[in-house]
């Protein structure tokens, strides 16, 4: 099956300073990506919407400017949380979808802002 | 907006009943509808899938059905393990969109 690779998987950092995530698909080219943010016990919110060679589609109350996409190839989006603080703090997922508009998720990455 | 409701939220078993997860949706055009399944401290994982123009989909012990008619779909979990004990999050596709909503999860414990 298709595999989504993220990196890194955890990360602890001081208040102000960015954080980037990457998000690969490893045996597939995906033109869209996604990035979600969970919080415990509760579904996947969608934050964006990353399509390659094009700027990322936000969802209502997500700020571009804080949270910056790059969808550079066929293969690679990262997420860059800029300035995090405590509050963003959670689990970010990404996703890749495949050419039969399949999505396939990764393993996640786990922010912990101090 | 469209909405994807889930129900239960919370469901146990005893190893080797069955399980049963229905949701609900409103966009008349959603056409694809996945099942997933997530494991504490992991990212979801794709179970199952199906799709607007089948109205039942199995996979070993797992079946997807779909009633269009009624907007809903539902999962159903057979001969269940005690490693089916996840959460498992239902989707729909929004319009002509590549988005998906998903429902809120239902936490399945499946009793040894």
């Known amino acids: 099956g298709a595999v989504v690779s993220q990196h890194p998987s955890w990360v602890i950092c001081k208040s102000g300073t960015s954080v980037k995530i990457e998000c690969r698909s490893l045996d597939f080219q995906a033109t869209t990506m996604f990035w979600y943010r969970q919080f415990p016990k509760q579904s996947l919110m969608l934050m964006a919407t990353s399509n390659e060679g094009s700027k990322a589609t936000y969802e209502q109350g997500v700020e571009k400017d804080k949270f910056l996409i790059n969808h550079a190839s066929l293969t690679l989006s990262t997420l860059t949380v800029t300035s995090a603080h405590p509050e963003d703090s959670s689990f970010y997922i990404c996703s890749a979808m495949t050419h039969q508009e399949t999505q396939y998720f990764g393993p996640g990455t786990r922010l912990l802002v101090l | 907006g469209e909405n994807v409701e889930q129900h239960p939220s919370t469901l146990s078993v005893q190893e080797g009943d069955s399980a049963v997860i229905k949701c609900t949706y409103s966009d008349s055009a959603s056409n694809y509808f996945p099942w997933y399944k997530q494991e504490l401290g992991k990212g979801p994982q794709l179970i199952i899938d199906i799709r607007s123009n089948v109205g039942e989909k199995k996979d070993q012990r797992i079946a997807v059905t779909l009633n269009k008619t009624a907007k809903h779909f539902s999962l159903h979990i057979t001969e269940t393990q005690p490693e089916d004990s996840a959460v498992y999050f239902c989707?729909?596709?929004?319009?002509?969109?590549?988005?998906?909503?998903f429902g809120a999860g239902t936490r399945l414990t499946v009793k040894p």
């Open positions: 989707a729909a596709s929004i319009g002509g969109n590549n988005d998906m909503r």
